[in-house]
């Protein structure tokens, strides 16, 4: 290839993917390197796509019967002592129409269909020869010339070009070789993602999960679930799998000297977790690295000339208590990058402020504003009195509450005030409820 | 249901290059830190694959073929032991994830 590149886009996830779709409509001359098999090969996920961007990408993509596996109109947040489960829980019909806003994604599945979407967009754009999906490349280095990234440098080879999205995910090597991360990042705020896939017979699954069609339930579980270390748990239903799992804070895992699959093990164990998953097979096991949505360890700067940074790869994520959220910052942080780089091309400048634009449209997203108002919650959701003593607390709470012993029944507030006394002090309660009404 | 031992689980696993006798190891572990000066040897815990395990005399060793690339051990190694790199599609190992 003797010409170079508008733009060189680093991994096929959904970062990359959503800036290629925006660089393809644009009229963009790009190429899409990916190191995997094929895109999807190599990521891993919960996973829920929240929010509707994707209907941006794909319009109508629920009239297709690919990529995504089930819409959630069912939610639900468990506490867990080692005994029980007290669950706040909502379905509303309200989620029922598209465009809905969250899908159950597959990765492996997901990741190649939304590929074959962009490739359709390429070939509708006037470089339908020249703009490339490349799957099974490993890019080795970010060329740089006077500290500005000029191409990459791919099995042995270099290709060029005037702009590079770097959407390589977590594991960021190339982002620190440019220089915008540590070249070591500590676990403290890493979390480890342990994962299986269960198969079931999808009718089977359907009636166990009260599904409808392709109606799909999330539930995220505290306490008990990830024994002891900070973190939790997931379960999501795909079309016939569940997906279940664990997020273990690193540095917790590494002080409490846990296996992250034994902990998963006890997971699947636990009386409630063990009655809604019977019977199924496991057919896949995986585990990921993710970030935890604390800014403190994210890259403060996210591009230099010619050069922007989206996705995981720029440790966007956030989880504040009722979702997980990842994908969906992918996707847009990708779409952002990509119409950075098109202004750029138009202006004929890709310097170093005008790649500084995407991080100051980030700024102005949804992304970096709940990204920055709900790092109190974040930091409250590894508070161990909120990830072991309050679902201690509920979960005994809840055992008084709903026993009927044929003998006189206490009053509620004095069944609550036995089980805070049993598992924390009103102390550290009234100082989690100060720290919840600022998170919230 | 019946719970899988790691092994198990791993076996459910597509490995790249699996017919290739010698590839190329995209983790490199100085194991002399890991036994000399490291106070914790977490990898051989924390590694949700188990490539790091520890022999009957404490000692840690590091096998690359069970990899499946996460990364954990890049960031709980604080020792400076492990150098981390992505597999290479043709000589290495690494994963293929048929769900993800």
């Not at chain 1, 392709?214 to 379960?235: P, R």
């Not at chain 1, 992918?330 to 091309?345: H, V």
């Not at chain 1, 109190?376 to 201690?392: E, F, I, S, Y």
């Not at chain 2, 100085?30 to 815990?45: A, F, G, R, V």
């Amino acid at each position: 290839m003797d010409e170079k590149f508008d733009c060189i886009i680093v991994g096929a996830g959904v970062a990359g993917l959503g800036a290629a779709m925006t660089l393809a409509r644009n009229n963009m001359k790009f190429l899409l390197i990916e190191k995997g098999e094929f895109p999807g090969a190599k990521n891993v996920s919960g996973g829920v796509l929240w929010g509707n961007d994707l209907a941006k990408l794909v319009p109508n993509y629920w009239e297709e019967d690919g990529g995504w596996d089930r819409f959630i109109n069912h939610r639900r947040l468990t506490f867990m002592d080692e005994q029980s489960t007290f669950s706040v829980d909502f379905k509303s019909s309200h989620f029922n129409e598209p465009p809905y806003t969250g899908v159950v994604v597959l990765r492996s599945k997901f990741d190649r269909w939304l590929a074959d979407k962009v490739q359709e967009a390429i070939d509708a754009s006037d470089y339908a020869m020249d703009s490339f999906i490349a799957p099974n490349i490993l890019v080795e280095e970010i060329l740089l010339e006077d500290d500005k990234a000029v191409g990459i440098k791919a099995g042995g080879d270099e290709f060029y070009s005037d702009s590079v999205i770097l959407a390589e995910g977590v594991n960021n090597l190339l982002t620190r070789q440019v220089g915008l991360q540590d070249k070591y990042v500590p676990a403290d705020h890493m979390l480890t993602g342990v994962k299986e896939i269960i198969r079931y017979d999808q009718k089977v699954l359907e009636d166990r999960f009260q599904l409808n069609g392709k109606s799909g339930m999330s539930n995220e579980f505290v306490g008990y679930a990830t024994n002891g270390v900070e973190g939790g748990g997931f379960l999501y239903t795909n079309k016939d799998t569940i997906s279940i799992g664990l997020v273990l804070g690193l540095k917790d895992l590494r002080e409490k000297e846990q296996k992250p699959h034994d902990i998963l093990n006890e997971f699947k164990k636990h009386p409630v977790i063990a009655d809604t998953i019977r019977g199924g097979e496991v057919v896949e096991y995986s585990a990921h690295i993710v970030s935890s949505g604390d800014k403190r360890v994210m890259p403060k700067q996210l591009y230099k000339a010619g050069l922007v940074v989206c996705g995981e790869a720029a440790n966007l994520l956030l989880n504040a208590g009722k979702a997980i959220q990842g994908m969906d910052y992918a996707m847009r942080s990708g779409i952002l990058a990509a119409e950075t780089i098109t202004e750029a091309k138009k202006a004929g400048d890709f310097g170093e402020s005008a790649m500084k634009k995407y991080q100051d449209t980030l700024e102005n997203s949804y992304i970096m504003k709940d990204i920055n108002n709900f790092q109190d919650a974040v930091h409250l959701l590894h508070d161990p009195v909120m990830t072991q003593k309050m679902p201690n607390l509920i979960c005994d709470f809840g055992r008084n509450f709903f026993s009927i012993k044929n003998e006189p029944t206490p009053k509620s507030r004095e069944m609550l005030k036995g089980a805070i006394k049993r598992h924390a002090s009103y102390w550290e309660l009234i100082k989690l409820g100060a720290k919840g009404a600022k998170a919230l | 249901m019946k719970l899988l031992s790691l092994p198990e689980r791993l076996g459910l696993i597509s490995y790249r290059n699996q017919a290739k006798s010698d590839i190329k190891p995209h983790i490199l572990v100085n194991t002399d830190i890991c036994n000399s000066t490291c106070p914790h040897k977490c990898t051989t815990y924390v590694c949700p694959a188990n490539c790091y395990t520890k022999d009957e005399n404490g000692k840690v060793h590091f096998q690359v073929e069970d990899c499946i690339e996460c990364g954990t051990c890049m960031y709980a190694c604080d020792q400076g032991a492990v150098s981390w790199e992505f597999p290479d599609p043709e000589i290495g190992r690494g994963v293929t994830w048929n769900y993800g």
